[in-house]
């Protein structure tokens, strides 16, 4: 407990610590369904012509993938803007950096999103939805969180610029490895390859271990519970997202090489 309180601000209520745990069950399950073939309804993994033939009694929508994807991280991005505008907020202990981290993280997706995914189907509306909620009512309660710890003590050992230099590894590594990702197709080829260059010789997923590095950062700068059980619970997420990953490229291509990791070079 006192290593716990020399990192991270108390705990400032029970509502904030009842949220927290349920979003990281969430995310954590989500992560297992992953791996057990149940999965959201976008990318690689899923047909949207048969799911919107299954589900057309139930009146269900396909939009764009661009669409699908501007929709699932738009409102968390004009949460961390309006939260620059919210009295008290950037008054708080590191409030100005968590907002503008979080600003920067959802800001790169939609310009990623606009001009450097290439995307080769539609996404359902029901599978973009709770994609928004879920970044939405994170990137809220990361806001709410720091706006509390306003008046309390500072943890013992400072970890904003050990969290700032986080945060810039990982947001450029994810944009990099996306780069790459882009330049895989042509404008108008839809096929799927193997992606090569950066780490992509080494693991399956590199964009996702960036994300992953990118949310510790701005856990590590906010120093509050609950981004680090969401960084914790992304975790658990894209792992298993990472794992489905590398099960779909061993199906599709053949002689896929066995020695490329999931997620950490050299390890998993």
């Not at 929709?71 to 968590?98: D, E, H, K, N, Q």
């Not at 990361?142 to 700032?164: D, K």
């Not at 792992?239 to 896929?256: D, I, L, P, Q």
């Amino acid at each position: 407990m006192n290593i716990f309180q020399s990192v991270i601000y108390p705990p400032p209520s029970l509502f904030l610590n009842v949220m927290t745990a349920v979003c990281l069950i969430a995310l954590a399950n989500s992560g297992i369904s992953e791996v057990r073939g149940i999965r959201f309804a976008y990318s690689k993994f899923w047909n949207w012509k048969e799911a919107a033939s299954s589900k057309s009694s139930a009146g269900a929508v396909a939009v764009t993938g661009r669409t699908g994807m501007l929709i699932s991280y738009t409102p968390a991005l004009v949460a961390a803007v309006a939260s620059f505008f919210l009295p008290g907020v950037l008054a708080a202990p590191r409030g100005m950096l968590v907002c503008a981290a979080l600003g920067l993280h959802f800001l790169k997706r939609d310009l990623e999103v606009l001009f450097i995914h290439k995307f080769s189907g539609n996404m359902m509306i029901d599978s973009a939805i709770p994609i928004s909620l879920t970044y939405f009512t994170h990137t809220v309660l990361i806001i709410v969180s720091q706006y509390f710890s306003t008046g309390m003590s500072e943890p013992e050992i400072n970890l904003t610029y050990a969290g700032i230099v986080l945060f810039l590894v990982g947001i450029t590594g994810n944009f990099y490895h996306h780069y790459l990702l882009s330049k895989l197709r042509e404008k108008g080829d839809k096929t799927y390859k193997k992606p090569t260059g950066g780490l992509f010789n080494l693991v399956i997923c590199p964009h996702y271990l960036f994300e992953i590095i990118d949310l510790f950062g701005i856990a590590l700068i906010s120093q509050t519970l609950h981004p680090f059980c969401f960084a914790f619970g992304s975790m658990c997420y894209l792992m298993g997202r990472s794992v489905a990953t590398r099960n779909w490229y061993k199906s599709k291509f053949e002689n896929f090489p066995s020695g490329v990791k999931v997620l950490i070079p050299y390890i998993f």
